[in-house]
DNA sequence: GTATATAATTTCCTAATAGGAAAAGGGGTT
DNA sequence: AACCCCTTTTCCTATTAGGAAATTATATAC
């Protein structure tokens, strides 16, 4: 069994000039071209396309960088889930009684994309973080908790199709232990990531349904040191409670 | 003097993919094909292409959707500019001394693209508008404050480019007195929009450089029956402050 | 459960495109 | 003014794209 050569070859070469461009704005043909492995011709040709549809913009020194089409994209997209704005309020009611940063993420391809953010008011420290990022599902507290929900086909296919590599040293890689952490997310509905992701940083989150559908799901992060038993405990109601008042809203 | 024939037909057809899921999520290839005006087959191979790069995604219906690549894509165009967050107290701030909608958008291929709005807090009747779309530089009060920082060769060549079309009976559409307009804007540094865009909705606002480098704009707008003499007065007061407050911080 | 309708996918061939070598054009610098 | 470096155009063939028709999958009716 071969792999078939994806059609669009076009697509596929501007799609290589678009990830280079998001990475490194503003930069002249030839280096987009070095980057990319094409020629000169080939690239010009592809980003006077895109400039054509939007993709990228050029400005007056002959520099490229993303175009305004990503923006009017990336706000379609957002209003086909609109789940910022209607969970915003009870994540801001989360945030008033934890103050630490929450993060709000949906399911996509297997992945968990942050949607929105909201930092501690108080705390200092800080995680860096970013809405638009991604985060595997086996190892992150909202992941999990969105793992917990799949039926046993598609938790089969995720294990098929997903490695489980380690990015710490407390990274799940063994799938019967993360067999074992999801029942145990399923009797609690709360999720942890224990420095699974990354070092010192502690994650309790839930998943988010809407009816059978799954949407993604929320947590709150912090590092590991301030969090005190007790603390523990408050965060884990918060966050049930939070769970609560947002599937109730997204049923509407 | 023709007009070549644009490189790369798989990257239209794409783009046109692209547009149509933008306006219409979760639909299946026949909508998508009838749509876009290509056979099944062709549409087919392309979305696949499109699914492999992340630019869209599908359900287990076989609905397809905008992808998660279009977030990431976002986020690092908003890195590029990482204005939001830089100017968020600032028009915060003026949100508070002006309880009425503010925007914050930034100049991309002679256009404004809105990349904040704050809403007022206590005014019930707000605005409609979203962060993402775009506005014509010659008729809003952002585009023309930015208009008014153009040197000659690229107002002309604004000017070449883009045909005034009316939006309301309040639209500039003569260049003679598009000039004046924005002699009197060089003059104060604050420009105004009075129904040009949409009936009823007022905006003054004023540009935004960073050094020599126009940046973008921000602007208040309101329902222009809400607009007295002195309110007018405390807008134009609170929005040259801003500015003057935001180019400080542009500088660092 | 089977028939029927509808949509998705594969196959396969030729009309059409893509890509790159080479040459030409632009712009800035010494 | 000559040079260098980067961008853009030209032009030809190796490669790809696109669609008609057949096939398979999926949903709906009976």
């Given at each position: 069994?071969?792999?078939?050569?994806?059609?669009?070859?076009?697509?596929?070469?501007?799609?290589?000039?678009?990830?280079?461009?998001?990475?490194?704005?503003?930069?002249?043909?030839?280096?987009?071209?070095?980057?990319?492995?094409?020629?000169?011709?080939?690239?010009?040709?592809?980003?006077?396309?895109?400039?054509?549809?939007?993709?990228?913009?050029?400005?007056?020194?002959?520099?490229?960088?993303?175009?305004?089409?990503?923006?009017?994209?990336?706000?379609?997209?957002?209003?086909q889930i609109d789940l910022?704005?209607l969970t915003?309020?009870?994540?801001?009611?989360?945030?008033?009684?934890?103050?630490?940063?929450?993060?709000l993420g949906v399911l996509v391809d297997n992945?968990i994309?942050?949607v929105?953010?909201?930092?501690?008011?108080?705390?200092?420290?800080?995680?860096?973080?970013?809405?638009?990022?991604?985060?595997?599902?086996?190892?992150?507290?909202m992941?999990?908790a969105v793992l917990a929900e799949f039926n046993?086909t598609e938790?089969?296919?995720?294990?098929?199709?997903?490695?489980?590599?380690?990015?710490?040293?407390?990274?799940?890689?063994?799938?019967?232990?993360?067999?074992?952490?999801?029942?145990?997310?399923?009797?609690?509905?709360?999720?942890?990531?224990?420095?699974?992701?990354?070092?010192?940083?502690?994650?309790?989150?839930a998943s988010l349904k809407k009816g059978d559908q799954i949407i993604g799901a929320f947590?709150?992060?912090?590092?590991?040191?301030?969090?005190?038993?007790?603390?523990?405990?408050?965060?884990?109601?918060?966050?049930?409670?939070?769970k609560?008042?947002l599937e109730q809203a997204l049923i509407h």
């Open positions: 069994m071969e792999k078939s050569k994806p059609y669009g070859t076009v697509l596929l070469k501007a799609a290589k000039i678009m990830d280079y461009l998001a990475d490194n704005p503003n930069k002249p043909l030839q280096d987009i071209s070095r980057a990319t492995e094409m020629t000169n011709p080939t690239t010009l040709k592809i980003l006077e396309t895109l400039l054509l549809i939007g993709y990228v913009s050029r400005d007056k020194n002959k520099n490229y960088r993303l175009g305004s089409k990503i923006i009017r994209y990336a706000n379609q997209y957002f209003d910022v704005e915003l309020p009870y994540l801001e009611k989360l945030q008033k009684s934890i103050d630490e940063t929450i993060h992945e994309i942050y929105n953010k909201l930092e501690p008011k108080y705390q200092t420290i800080r995680m860096s973080s970013k809405v638009g990022i991604t985060r595997p599902l086996y190892s992150s507290a992941g999990k046993e938790y089969a296919n995720y294990l098929e199709s997903t490695p489980l590599v380690p990015h710490t040293e407390h990274t799940i890689t063994n799938s019967l232990k993360l067999d074992a952490e999801l029942q145990k997310i399923r009797s609690t509905g709360i999720a942890f990531d224990d420095e699974e992701m990354e070092k010192d940083i502690y994650c309790i989150g947590s709150v992060s912090l590092p590991k040191y301030r969090l005190t038993a007790d603390f523990k405990n408050q965060i884990i109601r918060a966050v049930a409670e939070t609560d008042e």
